[in-house]
């Protein structure tokens, strides 16, 4: 077996992540959701999300940490609004069913809002915001998560990595998504610098010493423990605006237990059941004003932005959703890169669950 990077088509990835799903006893057309928000994540360059995910679901889905089926309860409900408890289901498939229902109350009354309890990890915010924008929506998509992100001037991990995700449509070929944690990295980033057992950047985590560490291997194992934190957005303490970041973090956790009335902060662990919070918004713009005059402001301002003076010794600069949208291009064309880690991942699971029809190029 090769040491190297391998790159492997994209419909083969998608089909084997799929037919894992299956092979855990999820639903077909769950498994193709869960599925299709992985390799989204994979073609949209953010890796520590995809098929770097697939062996914690087929870990915790073995262990009885979360059910392969997913039971949807509307707890409550009005014309544009509901709450849904998910029953401790697959995330992505209650979040992907949330902003279905979001988008659908947003076309009868101009916007949607979807809490949703009782659920577990849902892949990346950013499909759901997606989901908005292809519908002409403006899309939110937040959860909160197991406790890593310590409070300004605190060591302990308290809040999740909580994403505060938007996606606008504008008339360009890609939409403005942002979507990204409130904290510096997440705990899927370190995991990508520990397969390959590479120092992380000075200054993302804090240890309970209070001394920002770099050793990814052990910093896996000290936010486990609570002994060591990611920092938010902004770094440690106020001077680069880490209180700003602090407070992103908390209003992602407030609307995403508050609003489903689930567990938050510290019993957001696996022993204690793991039952995170989303939230989901949809608004349709031709509520608003007429839709092709939102796009092309939206896409002004983002060409304006982008045609802006740059820096020395920089080409170029982007907006939200740009990055992604190239890499996305380049990944259909080139296939996903998987890592030696990944290999042996993808190969394990293959073997355990005889999906024997499937012959990976290592």
């Known amino acids: 077996m090769t040491d190297e990077v391998v790159k492997i088509d994209v419909n083969l990835l998608r089909d084997f992540m799929k037919d894992v799903f299956i092979a855990l006893e999820v ?3 769950d498994a193709e959701i869960c599925a299709e928000v992985l390799i989204t994540s994979d073609l949209r360059g953010i890796t520590s999300h995809g098929v770097q995910r697939l062996k914690m679901y087929y870990d915790r889905i073995k262990a009885g940490i979360q059910k392969p089926v997913t039971k949807l309860t509307i707890v409550k409900e009005s014309p544009t609004t509901a709450t849904i408890d998910a029953n401790h289901g697959m995330g992505h498939v209650a979040a992907y069913r949330a902003m279905e229902l979001a988008i659908k109350k947003a076309k009868e009354y101009g916007t949607g809002a979807v809490a949703v309890g009782n659920s577990t990890h849902f892949g990346i915010a950013g499909y759901y915001a997606l989901m908005a924008c292809k519908e002409n929506m403006i899309g939110m998509a937040i959860t909160n998560a197991r406790p890593s992100i310590a409070p300004t001037f605190g060591i302990e991990p308290m809040m999740g990595t909580n994403p505060l995700t938007f996606g606008i449509p504008t008339d360009e070929a890609f939409p403005f998504v942002l979507d990204c ?27 309970e010493k209070g001394e920002l560490a770099t050793d990814s291997v052990q910093i896996l194992k000290d936010l486990k423990e609570g002994k060591a934190a990611l920092l938010p957005l902004g770094g440690a303490g106020e001077l680069l605006g880490g209180h700003k970041g602090y407070g992103y973090a908390a209003f992602v956790e407030i609307l995403s237990a508050a609003l489903s009335g689930g567990p938050f902060l510290k019993d957001l662990t696996l022993d204690k059941g793991y039952k995170i919070g989303h939230f989901f918004l949809a608004i349709d713009v031709s509520k608003f004003i007429q839709l092709e005059t939102f796009k092309k402001i939206a896409g002004d301002i983002c060409r304006s932005l982008r045609n802006s003076k740059k820096a020395p010794r920089q080409s170029r600069i982007y907006t939200a959703g740009e990055k992604e949208f190239e890499m996305e291009q380049k990944i259909r064309k080139e296939g996903v890169p998987l890592n030696k880690s990944l290999q042996n991942d993808l190969l394990f699971m293959k073997e355990e669950l005889g999906l024997k029809q499937y012959d990976f190029p290592f």
């Open 27 to 29: 639903p077909l057309e």
């Open 181 to 207: 944690a409130t904290s510096i990295t997440q705990r899927g980033k370190i995991e990508v610098y520990s397969r390959t057992q590479s120092p992380i950047p000075k200054g993302w985590v804090i240890n």
